[in-house]
């Protein structure tokens, strides 16, 4: 019987698992529903079949599972077998166990069909060194892959049939390109017919996250035959596991971390993306753990997800799920601690989903559950102990997600961005920023960090543990595009680059930031549009004309070369070496200032920064706050209150009182002028960096820098 022939939307497709080239493996699976008996709530198994076992070991069955559902699914489906004991196993998560591992080398795609005591795997990636990340077409004919055919190689992705036949290479020479998923189909109003795209994981060689601890990964796509390769995401950490939901748009994982108020490492969250890259969007954020990955959607409605504080190796952790009608509001765990440690979820056509799971203290090899998002009921269908079975997928035809149009115009360099009202927002009282409070935007610019200019001093700014127990604050460089006035009515609208990470700040009347937004970007000639600044995504705004959109766009374009930055070395320390110093150079002093430029000694670390900056940059006593300087927070920081002779924190800051405090310079000196006011704040709201934009002066460390001013 055919391929086509045996096609069933309720069964799947069963294709020939003894075609040429596989290896055909007769297994035996635990039987949930033949069992007779159990003795409290430990399952028992049948015994072990000639040439190897697929069983759930007793580790694994630990007393605390749910009700087990039944041990098959009537799809046959490919796993990634990962061999036990990689190198990547052996690893660290990265990032302070906010990244996964790297894994995959080794690995292995089989297809698994059958059920009941018999039950037949064939490899299908012969000719492969390493193969995983299966992805099906909608179709179920076809799978995309991430593979790499020597040890050397770079990863590319690959179609072939789901038999393992007829393998094409699409990408070449971009990286490592991984986790493949193919697109609905895109068109434009005058396109002759649509075409249909996949969308892959990459990355830009000597582009590091924010961290700088590895490569910052984007979303990408491409037509089917490799073309038209276009960047969809421009997240300056790192942006990872895509998957199509049924409206056509990807969901996928991406962490942020552009400032530190939510701690060093920040959060991996879900964002919502149309699939030409335009439209970008928080789709679940706050509630639940720190990171959030490995989406899938359902065919109940549902978004599940993996997520937890901190990952290991392969980034496993409980389930999590959102409804798609109201994902910002209905955050709702499905597994506990104690059930396991889940990995990669995928939709069965019934609601329930097919998932991987280890034991819950580590222990084991990742073995291929179903599990219903409903109940949190789970049942073991497949292990191989040799391999840690991840990725499943089952194959079976799916309806293809709406197809997408696109304004995005490559000709065009220039995007435009607008917001109804800055004032609608998340904040627990609306009075705590009334109208008129807002006067201005600073549309800043965020710099990859890249590694040919991670120098010491610049990798001890960026990156470095010790550098951040000191209080050195690792964030990206910026530029300030520019500033705009807000209208009355809360409205702006301005023309800015495309394809360039941006961050609004919206200022008071002293030009400090009272809101501050993600890296966000906008694609060549969209227009973009957001309701308010932090605003409840699921809520209408009111129907009114934004006096903003009345008017032109305002330009924020000005090349690269004349976009103004500001950091401590250039723009902050001849301002102390001429009116601060005075007072604070005393030994007796709190803070210690001098004029000095050059970087402190010591006895047993390399010197960076200077003793003004150190002194400023202090570690606080709360994690991941300064002494004096909250980098990227200006109203929160002391060093401001003393600048401006109050507190300047906002009623939803907990620094917020309405103290008055002793104002620096003290009367008798020389004081501030209002530029070198702004100057310090603007300073510490892009970043508090010793060192801007590299440009023409002398490097970090010269002494003769504080004379040195030019750009």
Not at 116 to 130: L, R
Not at 229 to 245: A, E, Q, Y
Request: glycine letters at 8%.
């Amino acid at each position: 019987m055919s391929f086509e022939e045996r096609h069933d939307e309720e069964r799947g497709v069963f294709p020939d698992v003894d075609g040429e080239g596989g290896q055909l493996k007769r297994v035996r699976l635990a039987r949930w529903k033949d069992l007779r008996g159990c003795v409290g709530r430990f399952f028992l198994f049948f015994p072990i079949v000639v040439p190897y076992m697929i069983s759930a070991s007793a580790s694994q069955q630990d007393s605390k599972l749910p009700s087990p559902l039944q041990n098959y699914i009537e799809q046959p489906f490919v796993v990634t077998q990962l061999p036990v004991g990689t190198p990547a196993e052996k690893q660290a998560a990265t990032a302070g166990g906010m990244l996964r591992a790297n894994f995959g080398d080794g690995a292995r795609l089989v297809i698994v069909s059958g059920f009941g005591e018999d039950v037949s795997v064939k490899v299908i990636s012969e000719g492969f060194h390493s193969a995983c990340e299966p992805e099906i077409s909608f179709d179920a004919s076809h799978i995309l892959l991430a593979g790499k055919r020597a040890a050397t190689d770079q990863w590319n992705i690959f179609e072939m049939t789901v038999d393992g036949a007829e393998v094409r290479q699409i990408t070449d020479n971009l990286g490592d390109c991984r986790s493949p998923s193919y697109q609905a189909t895109l068109y434009t109003l005058d396109s002759p017919k649509p075409w249909y795209q996949l969308t892959f994981v990459g990355s830009h060689e000597g582009v590091l996250n924010e961290c700088g601890v590895g490569p910052a990964t984007s979303l990408y796509s491409c037509k089917l035959d490799g073309s038209a390769v276009r960047r969809l995401t421009f997240n300056l950490s790192g942006d990872m596991d895509p998957f199509i939901m049924y409206d056509g748009r990807v969901l996928y994982a991406s962490w942020q971390r552009s400032t530190l108020t939510r701690g060093f490492l920040g959060r991996v969250t879900l964002f919502g993306i149309n699939i030409d890259g335009t439209d970008c969007a928080v789709f679940c954020a706050e509630e639940g753990k720190r990171i959030k990955h490995m989406p899938c959607t359902t065919t109940k409605g549902l978004a599940v997800f993996v997520e937890a504080d901190g990952v290991l190796w392969d980034g496993a952790g409980t389930l999590a799920c959102v409804s798609l009608q109201r994902p910002l509001h209905s955050y709702r765990q499905i597994t506990k601690e104690s059930d396991g440690l889940f990995h990669s979820p995928y939709p069965l056509p019934d609601g329930r989903i097919l998932v991987s799971r280890r034991p819950a203290d580590g222990s084991g090899t990742h073995g291929i559950y179903q599990l219903d998002p409903s109940t949190g009921q789970f049942g073991l269908i497949f292990d191989d102990s040799d391999y840690h079975d991840i990725q499943a997928k089952a194959v079976y035809r799916r309806a293809e997600p709406d197809g997408r149009s696109t304004v995005v115009s490559e000709e065009d360099p220039n995007g435009k961005l607008y917001c109804l009202n800055v004032y609608i927002s998340d904040l627990e009282q609306p009075q705590w920023i009334p109208n008129g409070t807002v006067k201005r935007l600073r549309v800043l610019e965020g710099i990859p960090v890249t590694s040919d200019v991670m120098d010491a001093p610049r990798q001890a700014a960026v990156g470095s543990s010790v550098q951040r127990r000191s209080g050195i604050p690792p964030l990206a460089q910026r530029r300030i595009l520019g500033e705009i006035p807000v209208e009355e009515d809360g409205s702006f609208n301005i023309e800015i680059p495309a394809n360039t990470p941006v961050e609004l700040q919206t200022l008071d009347s002293s030009g400090m930031a009272l809101r501050t937004c993600s890296w966000i970007w906008v694609k060549n000639y969209e227009p973009r549009g957001c309701i308010g600044c932090h605003e409840d995504g699921e809520l209408t705004p009111e129907n009114v004309l934004a006096k903003a959109l009345v008017r032109p766009s305002i330009k924020l374009t000005l090349p690269a070369e004349r976009r103004r930055a500001v950091d401590f070395r250039r723009n902050v320390m001849p301002i102390i070496a001429k009116k601060c110093v005075r007072c604070h150079a005393d030994t007796s002093s709190a803070l210690q200032l001098t004029p000095d430029a050059a970087p402190v000694a010591r006895a047993t670390k390399n010197a960076y920064f200077n003793r003004s900056y150190e002194s400023l940059l202090a570690s606080g006593s709360q994690p991941d706050t300064g002494k004096y300087v909250h980098p990227c927070r200006a109203r929160t920081s002391p060093l401001i209150w003393r600048i401006f002779g109050r507190n300047t924190s906002r009623p939803w800051d907990k620094t917020h009182s309405r103290e008055s405090l002793q104002q620096m310079p003290p009367p008798g000196a020389e004081a501030l002028t209002e530029e070198e006011k702004r100057t310090f704040v603007e300073w510490i709201d892009t970043g508090a960096l010793w060192d801007g934009v590299p440009g023409t002066d002398a490097p970090p460390g010269n002494k003769n820098l504080i004379g040195d001013q030019k750009k």
